[in-house]
């Protein structure tokens, strides 16, 4: 795959949109330990990587957004910060792997993409837990277990249910994302008149 | 184009509404604003510390991110209340803005783990709490600040 000057460009933009989005938003939601707010911040970074994709039909070019957003996280006020770094580029690995494998862009894509990608939210720390931070995959399902019981009111003791439910909220936003990145992009296309072929979402 | 902004519009209040719901405990300590104390607390175990009665264990240092704090270790705080360690599988630490964090028990165990109640040079800074946890190289959730208890899993 060889990008021209042009896809590259407009790639960076996106990718820089993300990634300021993780600097500003991202810093002011973690100080504040809004619950869920990884989930918010997954949900613009997808549709603004996902719109990017619409840009640039390419194979690949939504993982070149995420690696533009994570290098710009880089930045963040509070120093180079992991967890979220992986989460960015994880996110844009998920969706581009769907992406990717189902070919041309279509909504069904976009819409299977966004849920994985935001799905990916609840998963990150049973892997990165262990892998960066020291933890146990044991104490991490505590914390999930906790986060469930003050989002739904379940009973830690529910743990399926618990699951279940941040599951399908998870992917529920991510579908959403994914539904309106897809619109999103159709009509930026058309105010900014591009051209419509084949290779973009028209 | 205004289906579309209604929508984005809607997901947007929605998530919001979301994220700014469940805060639920709101300054555990203010009842004892001016005496804060820390609950140890599991099974049949409940014992309160204010920050004098920590003062009394044997302090230790740790540093995080260039600032010195001085503490109890949790293996200390742990004796002290009248819990074997190992029989202790995890530690939840409770903040008073409704945080909470899970420690594996082997991770609290350090020498240079310590449940932090003053700086080096003062008191805590106000954003830290009465009391925090101070994990030095963890990142930095890791170090929750403004704790109110922690409970002994079993």
Known sequence: ?202 | MKRLLLLILVLSIALLSACASANPTEDQNTSSESNPTLVISGGETSKSYTRSDLEALPATQAAFKDVTYIGVTIAALLEDAGIDPTQVKAIKAVASDGYSLNYDISQLLADDIILAYARADGDLAEDDGAFRMVLPGAEGKLNARMLVELQIIK
Do not use: C, Y
Request: glycine residues 12%; aromatic residues 6%; charged residues 10%.
């Open chain 1, 1 to 202: 795959m060889k990008l021209s000057t042009r896809e590259l460009a407009t790639l960076a933009v996106f990718g820089a949109l993300w990634g300021l989005v993780e600097i500003s938003l991202g810093a002011l939601l973690k100080t504040l330990n809004i619950p869920l707010s990884g989930v918010v911040l997954a949900a613009i970074g997808l549709t603004i990587a996902l719109v990017g994709r619409a840009f640039v039909p390419r194979r690949g070019s939504t993982l070149f957004i995420g690696v533009i957003a994570t290098l710009l996280k880089l930045f963040s006020l509070g120093g180079v910060i992991l967890g979220p770094m992986v989460g960015i580029l994880t996110e844009a690995l998920v969706a581009e792997i769907v992406l990717s494998m189902l070919g041309r862009p279509r909504r069904s894509g976009f819409v299977l993409a966004g849920a994985l990608g935001v799905a990916w939210v609840l998963l990150q720390p049973f892997v990165t837990g262990p892998l960066l931070f020291g933890r146990t995959v044991f104490t991490v399902w505590l914390d999930l277990l906790d986060r469930g019981n003050q989002l739904l009111g379940l009973d830690p003791s529910a743990a399926i249910w618990i699951v279940a439910a941040l599951l399908a909220i998870h992917l529920a936003i991510g579908a959403v994302v994914g539904w309106l990145s897809w619109d999103i992009a159709r009509l930026l296309q058309v105010r900014l008149g591009r051209p419509v072929t084949s290779t973009n979402i028209l």
